[in-house]
């Protein structure tokens, strides 16, 4: 189980004191201001533009449009092809960027700017049935659309015990605290950015592209970043805008997005229809597993959730079909969000294995144990480690699973009904190519320099303990630097890989170091030695096992029979996930993860407006994520486990695996407590009040 509290974060003391400079807080001598102007149309094109009163402003410098904007490159991700012509994609697209001396210049400015638009017939609807529904070749994470294996039909036809139900979930939204950002600036044909990204390295080699550039003369910097879950995994329109207003105006630039702006331009978690059909035998071991899923993505690029791919992995399935479809729309254009496709996959797998036990009558907790396998059903290959049963049983164990009640509603406290719920928990394991540099000082002090990007999970710290481990020095004498272009080139703070990807690059270089102090008898000679290490090579295409982590994850409920109103009293997360760096700060992204898919439960969903093609909830006044008050009793712990065939560390990855199953927890709880079945979250109180009468 959990070990004591690891080093705390070295950058903790310069956030809390606001010492940490981010994005929007570099002020290069006569920095003026920008703010964007999203189209007002759902699909359309420009016809006019009349910026004379924002111009008329005072402090005005300039209004940018598709008439007057630097030109770009085309790139891939057409999402940052702004101002470059007159076509409206989806509303809130970017149609102009008005620039002043002040903030609030450039807001005034933006809000006088007039643009005349011929608007089309646009759609903006998910449905089953869609006409323009297509099964692509690949969904997110290169993944296969469609898979099958043995017969799913016949298997399903002949089962004892069968499931087949609907399950689906809205549009989310990632709403980091720290909203999209750049400051740029051009010096002498260099462009030099501060922007808010999970990945300098990436938005480098992006604007390369896009400007027509060597990327040697780009320098993003990323040294702080508060948050991303995914929305800045990937370039957004602001480093774009500030690049070309900074251009056109021969002055640095700083843009920070208005939040209510967010959700149109830097992606969002699609929503997703799902049905799972599960077939089992009077025991409750499954023979047939179907999960069809469809989804949404827009006519700018396509991004398919991936969320049947789950269903390929977590339970024995000797005839299987997992599906995805996709329809383009006049709509914003989805991207990653925390656990894409795990996330919403495993809500629905978990509650169909829910309602599986119930039908055939076993213990929700027992049933997931005997769908165990130490095989990946769908490649074949043995898992380099599985130890989701540990987590079931430990977690079973400390949350007090033994002697439930199996009957829903059949414990009452006053008005309040109480139930709990189990759900299991994955998140495969990703490693990607990164470099790193370790130096030492005459006076032995370590320096290790690697562009990994901290976006609050405490990658300093760890970084830092990989590095004196294998230097055998204590953690204070080694400093880290991160958050760079300029560094070695290192990959992007995503798929819960940083750590074993970064970190593999670090141990490398270090055990390099290492290597050539011996080589001068144990001594540093004057001017010191480094030593530098690529894992390119290391990383395999295809490696022999399937690697990925595991959890369980138990809920508590009370539900006002009057209200409707749901408190989740307790939350319990039980996970395998190599090895613990740092207890402190994985407790904190498990416990983060956990919390987060307690939103996605309770309160998190975003209307799509269809008359206008946009997203109602705008803001985290109307977008609502859990308070300090929705969270009560949440406790994270994990099992010791040993994979050798991940990397030097050990490690697999938990930024995200903690989010994965929380909601089905939570939801399957609420049908104990209610006896209500929620599949269409999140689980608001008018859906369960029409049950519990």
Known sequence: MSTAPGPVRREGREKVTGAARYAAEHTPPGTVYAWPVPATVP?????????????????????????????????????????????????????????????????????????????????????????????P????????????????????????????????????????????????????????????????STVQETLAGLFGMDKDLITVVSEHVGGGFGCKGTPRPQVVLAALAARHTCRPVKLALPRNQLVAVVGHRAPVLQRVRLGAGDDGVIDALA???????????????????????????????????????????????????????????????????????????????????????????????????????????????????????????????????????????????????????????????????????????????????????????????????????????????????WG????????????????HGGTVPPGGLAATADTADDIEEEPPHARAAFGAQFAEVAVDQDTGEVRVRRHLGVFAAGRILNARTARSQLVGGMIMGMGMALLEGSTMDLRYGDFAERDLASYHVPACADVRDVEAHWIDEHDPHLNPMGTKGIGEIGIVGAAAAVANAIRHATGVRVRDLPALPEKLLAGLG
């Open 43 to 135: 699909r359309g094109r420009i016809l006019s533009v009349d910026d004379a009163a924002a111009m008329a402003e005072p402090g005005a410098l300039a209004v940018l449009t598709h008439e007057n904007a630097p030109r770009l490159k085309d790139t891939e991700d057409r999402t940052l092809l702004v101002l470059q012509n007159d076509r409206v994609p989806h509303r809130g697209w970017y149609v102009a960027l008005a620039v002043a001396e002040t903030p609030e210049a450039a807001r005034a400015m933006a809000a006088a700017v007039r643009i005349g638009y011929a608007a089309e017939e646009h759609d903006a609807e998910l449905r089953d049935g869609h006409p323009r529904l297509y099964t």
């Open 137 to 200: 070749e690949e969904v997110n994470a290169g993944l296969p659309a469609v898979r099958e294996r043995g017969d799913f039909d016949a298997a399903y036809a002949r089962a004892a015990v069968r499931v087949d139900a609907a399950y689906s979930t809205p549009g989310l939204h990632n709403h980091p605290m720290e909203p999209h950002a750049t400051t740029a600036r051009w010096e002498d044909g260099r462009l030099v950015a501060y922007d808010s990204s999970q990945g300098s």
């Open 291 to 501: 999960h069809e899923v469809i989804t949404q993505t827009s006519t700018v690029r396509a991004f398919v959730e991936q969320a049947a791919a789950p269903s390929r992995a977590m339970y024995v399935s000797p005839h299987s079909r997992t599906t995805h479809r996709v329809v383009q729309l006049d709509v914003p254009s989805p991207s990653w969000m925390r656990a894409p496709g795990e996330c919403p996959g495993m809500f629905a797998l978990e509650c169909a294995m829910d309602e599986l036990a119930e039908a055939a009558g076993v213990d929700p907790v027992e049933l997931r144990v005997r769908n165990d396998t130490s095989d990946e059903p769908d490649s074949g290959k043995p898992f380099s480690s599985r130890h989701l049963v540990e987590c079931l049983r430990e977690g079973a164990r400390h949350f007090g699973w033994e002697g439930r009640d199996p009957r829903p509603r059949s414990r009452t406290e006053g008005r309040l009904l109480v139930g709990t719920g189990v759900a299991s928990s994955y998140y495969p394991v990703f490693l990607m190519p990164s470099a790193a540099e370790a130096r030492v000082s005459e006076t032995g002090r370590y320096q290790v320099r690697v562009n990994a990007t901290d976006i609050g999970t405490g990658a300093r710290t760890v970084l830092a303990q990989i590095a004196a481990e294998v230097l055998g020095v204590a953690p204070e004498r080694v400093a880290i630097e991160i958050g760079s272009s300029s560094l070695p080139c290192a990959s992007v703070a995503g798929g819960s890989s940083g750590t074993g990807s």
């Open 504 to 519: 593999w690059a670090v141990h490398k270089a270090c055990t390099a170091l290492t290597r050539a102090i011996d080589e």
